[in-house]
């Protein structure tokens, strides 16, 4: 079988990989992971929301549409809601004096971003098998060797090292983290970006 890692771009791009670390520790201080009423195993800090609502980072929209085939017919579902992603372009006030706004900033000269967020991925656990409607932008923060994102069955490890990943969500995909630490990626979904 002919592996294809196209659908893992990484970038002209890279940020301060202790500097990043500093700044997640920052914002568990001032807020720790949200989860979404019935899904176990997913977390995410919003470090953007719709201008002046604070509720549009709340509950489903912390996670936002995708499809998924939940069992063996292999027939597609839709879970969750949609989400105007361009839409979420408000840093959010809380977490101006952390390196991610400085992150932030830089990431949006050079890409038409919508939501950003922080997400966890426990120990020993896993995503469903899904597509989203847009290529993600990743950078991990908190990894381990065991931390695996799986595009259409080729499995890439992104190291902790300030590097900046597109992976191409639009196919089906998942990530598990196999390691005994909390896996911690910026998040980005990106909405100018297609893959060959």
């Given at each position: 079988?002919?592996?294809?890692?196209?659908?893992?771009?990484?970038?002209?791009?890279?940020?301060?990989?202790?500097?990043?670390?500093?700044?997640?520790?920052?914002?568990?201080?001032?807020?720790?992971?949200?989860?979404?009423?019935?899904?176990?195993?997913?977390?995410?800090?919003?470090?953007?929301?719709?201008?002046?609502?604070?509720?549009?980072?709340?509950?489903?929209?912390?996670?936002?549409?995708?499809?998924?085939?939940?069992?063996?017919?292999?027939?597609?579902?839709?879970?969750?809601?949609?989400?105007?992603?361009?839409?979420?372009?408000?840093?959010?006030?809380?977490?101006?004096?952390?390196?991610?706004?400085?992150?932030?900033?830089?990431?949006?000269?050079?890409?038409?971003?919508?939501?950003?967020?922080?997400?966890?991925?426990?120990?020993?656990?896993?995503?469903?098998?899904?597509?989203?409607?847009?290529?993600?932008?990743?950078?991990?923060?908190?990894?381990?060797?065991?931390?695996?994102?799986?595009?259409?069955?080729?499995?890439?490890?992104?190291?902790?090292?300030?590097?900046?990943?597109?992976?191409?969500?639009?196919?089906?995909?998942?990530?598990?983290?196999?390691?005994?630490?909390?896996?911690i990626h910026l998040v980005a979904c990106v909405l100018n970006h297609k893959f060959n």
């Amino acid at each position: 079988m002919d592996l294809n890692f196209n659908d893992f771009e990484k970038q002209d791009i890279k940020f301060d990989i202790d500097k990043l670390k500093e700044a997640y520790h920052e914002i568990l201080k001032i807020k720790g992971f949200e989860g979404v009423a019935g899904v176990s195993n997913f977390g995410a800090i919003s470090l953007t929301q719709i201008p002046g609502d604070p509720d549009s980072i709340k509950g489903h929209k912390a996670r936002g549409i995708f499809w998924t085939k939940p069992n063996g017919s292999g027939k597609e579902v839709v879970r969750d809601e949609m989400i105007n992603e361009e839409a979420y372009s408000e840093f959010i006030d809380e977490y101006k004096e952390t390196y991610f706004k400085e992150v932030f900033d830089a990431l949006s000269s050079k890409y038409k971003l919508g939501r950003v967020r922080i997400l966890l991925k426990e120990p020993r656990s896993t995503l469903s098998w899904h597509r989203d409607p847009e290529p993600r932008l990743h950078i991990p923060i908190i990894t381990n060797p065991g931390s695996i994102m799986v595009i259409d069955n080729v499995a890439k490890h992104l190291p902790a090292d300030g590097s900046v990943w597109i992976t191409n969500n639009t196919k089906y995909h998942n990530a598990f983290n196999g390691g005994e630490e909390n896996r911690i990626h910026l998040v980005a979904c990106v909405l100018n970006h297609k893959f060959n």
